[in-house]
């Protein structure tokens, strides 16, 4: 069992930037698969990011490509996300997420992964 805790997240300006952390607790951080998903106001949790186990395979959802970076740090059990040109559009709290996965690729729907984190909130000002 793994416990996530999520940091980072605040308020800030379009066009912006903020990282997230997400701290897991444990031995074998290394053989999680890690992800990021949000919930924006009103809506449903989606997906945002993942990373495989080495952190040599990363997916993005397609709003945030180019703009948002996953990586993990696995002598130290951290995940990140780094979130730069933000828009107001990516205001929701923002959930770390992982799971021992199958083959150690990243999966990118919520049923795939087991253990999530409290959530941090980000807002992102017009």
């Known amino acids: 069992q793994v416990q996530l805790v999520e940091s980072g997240g605040g308020l800030v300006q379009a066009g912006g930037s903020l990282r997230l952390s997400c701290a897991a607790s444990g031995r074998t951080f290394s053989r999680y698969v890690m992800g990021w998903f949000r919930q924006p106001p009103g809506k449903q949790r989606e997906f945002v990011a993942a990373?495989?186990?080495?952190?040599?395979?990363?997916v993005y959802a397609d709003s945030v490509k180019g703009r948002f970076t996953i990586s993990r740090d696995n002598s130290k059990n951290l995940v990140h996300l780094q979130m730069n040109s933000l828009k107001p559009e990516d205001t929701a709290v923002y959930y770390c997420?992982?799971?021992?996965?199958?083959?150690?690729?990243?999966?990118?729907?919520?049923?795939?992964?087991?253990?999530w984190g409290q959530g941090t909130q980000v807002t992102v000002s017009s």
């Open positions: 997420a992982a799971d021992w996965g199958l083959d150690g690729s990243p999966g990118t729907i919520e049923s795939f992964y087991k253990y």
């Open positions: 990373i495989s186990r080495s952190g040599g395979t990363t």
